[in-house]
Antibody, heavy 121, light 109 residues
Framework: EVQLVESGGGLVQPGGSLRLSCAAS????????MSWVRQAPGKGLEWVST????????YYADSVKGRFTISRDNSKNTLYLQMNSLTAEDTAVYYC??????????????WGQGTLVTVSS | ETVMTQSPATLSVSPGERATLSCRAS??????LAWYQQKPGQAPRLLIY???TRATGIPARFSGSGSGTEFTLTISSLQSEDFAVYYC???????????FGQGTKLEIK
């Protein structure tokens, strides 16, 4: 059974940093691209970033480019999102999501339960 | 950037009736269209991908259609567990980008 468990969310001040983690199990982690998708309170879904299975290729939404870094440790079956220079607009539940194929999958087949990031002073 | 527009924003339907949700893309996305269901406090769940293929374990009452810029999600006979928010999502392969619609809330009439 595929399981994705996010952690690392919390309250952070504007301008601060936070690193999210997503522990994966139930599938061969290194084969699949992985993504982060966020949802601001009461709002819709917004794609944040995607990384290929080997970790060499990554892509970002314009809203986070230059501030967020996606990475993965295939030996630990874990996906990360390093978030820097956070603003109130980054307040959201952050979901990790599995791509069904390699990089460039057209959809996300499994999602974690999410971790809440609140940016506030 | 491709903009996805869902309509209506809210749809009120009685249990047992048919629900039809629409999603329009600002430019052609071919068949690269997925639908997700999200219940309060839960993660989204993949329902349909490739515009019309049901994901694993999704009941047959859910069906998707369309290609290019116009897409439809139909729920043939609404069950109580189907009342939720539904999102469409498109994929652009270069540069890699995913865009969601703003969602349609399906509520009990």
């Amino acid at each position: 059974e595929v399981q994705l468990v996010e952690s690392g969310g919390g309250l952070v001040q504007p301008g601060g940093s936070l690193r999210l983690s997503c522990a994966a199990s139930g599938f061969t982690f290194s084969i699949y691209a992985m993504s982060w998708v966020r949802q601001a309170p009461g709002k819709g879904l917004e794609w944040v970033s995607t990384i290929g299975g080997g970790g060499a290729s990554s892509y970002y939404a314009d809203s986070v480019k230059g501030r967020f870094t996606i990475s993965r440790d295939n030996s630990k079956n874990t996906l990360y999102l390093q978030m820097n220079s956070l603003t109130a607009e980054d307040t959201a539940v952050y979901y990790c999501a599995k791509d069904p194929y390699g990089l460039g999958s057209p959809h996300f087949d499994y999602w974690g339960q999410g971790t809440l990031v609140t940016v506030s002073s | 950037e491709t903009v996805m527009t869902q309509s209506p924003a809210t749809l009120s339907v009685s249990p047992g009736e048919r629900a039809t949700l629409s999603c329009r893309a600002s430019q052609s996305v071919r068949s690269n269209l997925a639908w997700y269901q999200q219940k309060p406090g839960q993660a989204p769940r993949l329902l349909i991908y490739g515009a019309s293929t049901r994901a694993t374990g999704i009941p047959a009452r859910f069906s998707g259609s369309g290609s290019g810029t116009e897409f439809t999600l139909t729920i043939s006979s609404l069950q109580s567990e189907d009342f939720a928010v539904y999102y469409c999502q498109q994929y652009h392969n270069w540069p890699l980008m995913y865009t969601f619609g703003q969602g349609t809330k399906l509520e009990i009439k």
